[in-house]
């Protein structure tokens, strides 16, 4: 099994930064990709951006060119860096790993709050 932890949530004006992070534990070996989503009040969870064992990266149209996505495989981590935010940004973030780009863990979630 894979676990997931999640840090770096708050709350931010709009404009700022956030930095997420999202440390793997267990059985890491299976993980091939890794990817952040986001859930807002009312609506669906969506991808934001996710990151394969390789390297390659993907982002949703909404935030390329303000997010990026990257790993520390020596601390089999994934981070977030998010900047510019925008209020429309608000919703809990969470963590995902993947094996054979099927689901196999979610984290727990942290809240990001963007004021305007």
């Known amino acids: 099994q894979v676990q997931l932890v999640e840090s770096g949530g708050g709350l931010v004006q709009a404009g700022g930064s956030l930095r997420l992070s999202c440390a793997a534990s267990g059985s890491i070996f299976s993980i091939n990709a890794m990817g952040w989503f986001r859930q807002a009040p009312g609506k669906q969870r969506e991808l934001v951006a996710r990151?394969?064992?390789?390297?390659?990266?993907n982002y949703s149209d909404s935030v390329k060119g303000r997010f990026t996505i990257s790993r520390d495989n020596a601390k089999n981590t994934v981070y977030l860096q998010m900047n510019s935010l925008k209020p429309e940004d608000t919703a809990v973030y969470y963590c995902?790993?993947?094996?054979?780009?099927?689901?196999?863990?979610w984290g727990q979630g942290t809240q990001v709050t963007v004021s305007s």
């Open positions: 995902n790993a993947l094996d054979s780009w099927i689901s196999i863990a």
């Open positions: 990151i394969t064992s390789g390297g390659r990266t």
